[in-house]
């Protein structure tokens, strides 16, 4: 049993109350490799901006739960070695589909974990996310839970259709579970294709695809429903046009990859979102770095050469989402 404590890391409840009440929201990126994580705590440290670092299923199973968790302990000492002094960083386990996985993750120092039963029936969802707060809240760590229904594809979550969180059960929900914070379903999605073109309108000026709007009257229910409670969005990437079309000119092929347009997401973080998830920007600036170094170095063998200008764009876009999109910047002096 390791705790979190040990390894320097914070839980969410005190950057979630504090994130509400001033208006912004924490960003939850996701990673799996080393410059995704440099990348990360430089962008976090340069900006003074609480962090959630989390980890998928999926990516424990890519990159070894045991790498994964000194990888965390090391971004804080890498934190302080920035000049960070007091770095808010919190490692999170991403849609956690298991009593299981979830107690693992606990108690291989985790400082929040999500169980996501949210593909299962109301009452079912209570008592796998009422059993996963319970062990959890005995070593401090704190537990998302999920209501509602996301459509597309994260590692192993997937689903065909959405449906949105009912405001009438969250208030049920959150009090039988115990959770912490709670996912909703609004209208976002995971991946990069979020929407299908024949759900979006084109705009007559630019000639690009929007899509159709966050569900913000049930969100704003919710709100009225749980008032100071947070809420997280999954499912928050943007996925910016300059990084599609960069993979397509250098051979990529990402027709018609549609995100969530940051004007929405901005909004949402002035109300009670506290953690908006990104994960799929990362990718798209990560690949498209590294195809446009290659196609114009064909030359290049060693991987940091490559690498580095991907780290650099990683770096600039979270910088971007901390400071222009969720506002978290010199939140965590
Ligand atoms: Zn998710």
């Known amino acids: 049993m390791v705790s979190y404590k040990e390894l320097g890391l914070v839980n969410t409840r005190e950057m979630f109350a504090k994130a509400v009440k001033g208006g912004y929201a924490i960003p939850a990126f996701n990673f799996n490799n080393m410059e995704q994580l440099q990348a990360i705590i430089m962008a976090a440290a340069e900006t003074k901006s609480p962090v959630i670092l989390q980890v998928s299923k999926g990516a424990r199973n890519y990159a070894n739960s045991t790498l994964l968790r000194y990888m965390a302990e090391g971004a804080v000492a890498y934190a302080k070695e920035l000049g960070w002094e007091h770095p808010q960083i919190c490692l999170h386990l991403d849609h956690g589909d298991s009593f299981e996985l979830c107690k693992d993750c606990v108690d291989m120092g985790f400082s929040s974990v999500m169980i996501d039963a949210s593909s299962l029936p109301y009452e079912e969802n209570i008592a796998l996310s009422k059993k996963v707060a319970d062990y ?50 609004v209208g976002t999605s995971h991946g990069a294709y979020k929407f299908k073109p024949e759900q979006c309108t084109r705009d007559p000026k630019t000639g690009k695809l929007v899509p159709p709007p966050l569900a913000f009257d049930v969100l704003h229910e919710i709100e009225k429903k749980l008032p100071g409670f947070p809420i997280v969005l999954h499912g928050s990437s943007s996925v910016p046009q300059e990084y599609v079309d960069m993979c397509n000119q250098y051979g990529g092929n990402l027709p018609n990859a549609i995100g969530i347009p940051e004007e929405q997401l901005r909004e949402a973080a002035k109300s009670a979102v506290c953690k908006i998830n990104i994960d799929s920007d990362s990718r798209l600036a990560m690949t498209a770095a590294i195809r446009k170094h290659l196609a114009e170095n064909p030359s290049h063998f060693d991987p940091r050469q490559y690498l580095k200008p991907a780290r650099e764009e990683m770096k600039k876009m979270y910088i971007h989402k901390i400071v222009n999109v969720l506002g978290s910047d010199g939140k965590a002096e």
């Open 136 to 185: 959890a809240h005995q070593y401090d760590v704190t537990v998302e839970a999920e209501l509602g229904v996301l459509a597309g594809v994260e590692d192993e979550v997937s689903a065909e259709e959405s449906h949105y969180t009912r405001p009438e059960e969250v208030i049920d929900f959150s009090t039988r579970t115990g959770c912490d914070s709670l996912a909703i379903s």
